[in-house]
């Protein structure tokens, strides 16, 4: 039981790492246009903007349920 518990907490250290690592460099290549989908909501005011990625978020949120449930998946094997 342990060394399973083990198994999982690196693959999830690995995975947050490469996450962490695609956010970093999100930021220079805006990945997948993440943060420009349409449907993501900008109001502009005069002296303020007002951003919610509402459609970037539900496909992070796809991706990464996919993600773990392959993972899941491997670990009843």
Do not use: C, E, H
């Not at 342990?2 to 690196?10: A, C, D, E, R, T």
């Amino acid at each position: 039981m342990s060394f399973q518990l083990g198994k999982m907490l690196v693959i999830v250290g690995v995975l947050m790492v490469a996450v962490g690592l695609l956010l970093m460099a999100g930021t220079r290549f805006s990945f997948f246009g993440l943060g420009r989908l349409p449907g993501d909501v900008t109001y502009k005011g005069k002296n303020w903007v007002f951003y919610f990625p509402i459609v970037s978020s539900l496909v992070v949120s796809v991706v990464l349920t996919l993600i773990f449930w392959v993972i899941s998946s491997l670990m009843r094997r």
